[in-house]
């Protein structure tokens, strides 16, 4: 199983998402080819519902927190509640890698 | 001095703190980047801490706020968020008010 779809599973899990878009950017980063480093994660759940952004995060964040301690690097997260999510309809676009690293 | 008190007297000390991959100046991560650029634009000085430079806090950070990823952004010792948030903040108008409201109680 990849480390894109256990990302998926555990927040289809978790959120019990209404809409989820789980998208690798590892490749816009300075990782090999074919690494599972960079995610940006677009989820719309009612269990956003009144919470704060950090609070929502941290819900993302322990759910995949064993991905995060391991080969996930970065992880983008932009956390929407229904209505939220009607008036919005997107998420805005990730930066470009400056070549940090770990 | 013990590393979390370290990380804990830098964002007690300033109104707005982050902790960043290279420096506002010189970023070294598009995330950093991004995010010390909002807290710029709210044009009042802040603290940072490149975490590149400094191993112990990299390594340490993360249990500190219980938040797993770089940056992070504090504003009256709290934890704010990472770029994702800082930068919708930033967006609605709510990020200047909360630095704006910070800065002017430090004083």
């Known amino acids: 199983m990849t480390i894109e779809t256990d990302i998926i599973t555990k927040l289809q899990n978790t959120l019990k998402p209404e809409h989820l878009e789980v998208i690798n950017e590892s490749h816009m980063h300075n990782v090999p080819p074919g690494s599972e480093s960079h995610f940006k994660v677009i989820a719309v759940s009612d269990d956003f519902d009144g919470l704060m952004l950090v609070a929502r995060h941290r819900l993302i964040n322990r759910a995949l927190a064993e991905e995060l301690k391991g080969p996930v690097h970065a992880l983008s997260l932009h956390t929407m509640t229904p209505q939220e999510w009607a008036e919005k309809g997107e998420a805005p676009a990730s930066p470009p890698c400056m070549g940090g690293g770990k | ?107």
Not at chain 2, 27 to 48: I, V
Not at chain 2, 81 to 107: H, N, P, Y
Request: proline content about 6%.
């Open chain 2, 1 to 107: 001095m013990d590393v979390l008190e370290r990380i804990d007297e830098a964002v007690k000390k300033h109104a707005v703190f982050i902790f960043m991959k290279g420096t506002p100046q010189f970023p070294s991560c598009g995330f950093s980047s991004r995010t010390a650029e909002a807290l710029k634009q709210c044009g009042h000085e802040f603290g940072y801490c490149n975490v590149l430079a400094d191993p112990e806090i990299f390594e340490n950070l993360p249990r500190y706020a219980d938040w797993p990823t770089f940056p992070q952004v504090y504003i009256n010792g709290e934890l704010i968020g990472g770029c994702d948030i800082t930068c919708e903040m930033f967006e609605k108008g709510e990020l200047q008010k909360m630095i704006d409201e910070a800065v002017s109680a430090k004083a």
